[in-house]
Nanobody, 118 residues
Framework: HVQLVESGGASVQAGGSLRLSCVASRSTYCMGWFRQAPGKGREGVAV??????SYTDSVKGRFTISQDNAKSNLYLQMNSLKPEDTATYYCAARRRGSCLLDWTLYENWGQGTQVTVS
């Protein structure tokens, strides 16, 4: 089991930037950021494994996922934020299998951090 703790969520104005961080209790093969807006389902935002990244279309060119060399710290740099980015953002990890944006594949989750864009 991997413990994950997110931080960095805040309220910002449209066009602003935020950087989310996630600390993992151990290095993990695949990590990612997911989000859930009020009244909507959870969706994959970005995932990373061995330096290979994947993004959902709505954040391409605005968000950047990165990981430290130890693969135990995960980041999400969010630029040009839009009101539709408002959601609770979750860090997730999986130890094996394909590293995809499908949230149902992940067995380890953080508690979430709130991002509000107005």
């Amino acid at each position: 089991h991997v413990q994950l703790v997110e931080s960095g969520g805040a309220s910002v104005q449209a066009g602003g930037s935020l950087r989310l961080s996630c600390v993992a209790s151990r290095s993990t093969y695949c990590m990612g950021w997911f989000r859930q807006a009020p009244g909507k389902g959870r969706e994959g935002v970005a995932v990373i494994t061995d330096g290979t990244t994947s993004y959902t279309d709505s954040v391409k060119g605005r968000f950047t996922i990165s990981q430290d060399n130890a693969k135990s710290n995960l980041y999400l740099q969010m630029n040009s934020l839009k009101p539709e980015d408002t959601a609770t953002y979750y860090c997730a990890a999986r130890r094996r299998g394909s590293c995809l944006l499908d949230w149902t594949l992940y067995e380890n989750w953080g508690q979430g951090t709130q991002v509000t864009v107005s």
